[in-house]
Each structure stands twice: as C-alpha cells, then as structure tokens.
C-alpha cells in the first residue's frame, strides 16, 4: 500500500504542499482545509513537524456510523454520506491527522494522492509502498 512518508530534516516550512492540497480538494488555496499540516517543532529533531495522515487505520473502529473504511489499496477513506459528523475520528487519531474545517460537517484526511510530492521544493515528502497494516478490529468483522 502507499502512504505519504515525510522528512521533517528537510522540510523549510515553504507551505507548498498545504496549498496544494487544499487547492486539489477544496478549490482553494487555504491551509485550514489541508490534509497535511506543517508545525514548527520544539522537540529539536528538525524545525517543522509534517502531520499528515500514514493509513493506520486506528479511526475505522471509533466511527460510530462506519463511514471510515479501508481501501483494496490500502487507503483509508470517510465516506461523505455516511459520516454523521461526531468528530470521533479526529480526537481519537493518534497523531492528530484527521482534520476539520467550519466550512465542511466531514472531516477530512490524506489519501495519499502524492500531489504535495510532486510539488515540494525541498523532497521532505514522498509516496512509498509498504507492507499491508493489520486490519482494524471493524475490517477483520466485515471480512467475515
């Protein structure tokens, strides 16, 4: 499956990619309805932290109406018509990945698309294959 891998080292805070993405999805260029967030970081490791959403999946067991699913390419997607807008997924995603914006009753993630990739000046962002994450509690259920 492909996720977004990022390398906060070589990230200069440009903003690029949440342009871009708020631009690709939401028609405008407006950080607040970016799925990728850049956060100057006072941990030392690096000036900026990149939160970006990396497909674990732990937000398909908390959505009470079931609207969060996982791709067949690994993807974990909010279905816009099922989501009833509890905000579950955002305060339990464990690195603050899932997104809102007053404009939008959904919340929102990447779907690692790449196009914040293609257009980051410095390479701090990358779409990578890696190994299939264990399936969610709610995806072992509807396998069955």
């Given at each position: ?61 908390v959505c009470p109406a079931m609207a969060i699913r996982r791709l067949k390419n690994g993807v974990v997607t909010i279905s816009k018509k099922k989501c ?61």
């Amino acid at each position: 499956m492909k996720i977004l891998k990022t390398y906060p080292d070589r990230c200069i805070g440009c903003l690029v990619c949440e342009a871009i993405c708020s631009e690709t999805y939401f028609d405008e260029p407006n950080s607040g309805k970016s799925a990728i967030r850049i956060v100057e970081d006072d941990s030392g490791d690096a000036d900026y932290r990149i939160l970006v959403c990396q497909q674990l999946g732990d937000c398909i067991d908390v959505c009470p109406a079931m609207a969060i699913r996982r791709l067949k390419n690994g993807v974990v997607t909010i279905s816009k018509k099922k989501c009833v807008g509890c905000y579950a997924c955002v305060s339990f995603c464990p690195i603050g990945a899932m997104f809102v914006h007053p404009d939008h009753v959904v919340p929102f993630k990447c779907i690692a698309c790449g196009k914040c990739a293609d257009e980051c000046p410095t390479e701090a962002l990358e779409i990578v294959e890696v190994e299939d994450f264990p399936p969610s509690e709610t995806e072992k259920w509807a396998a069955k």
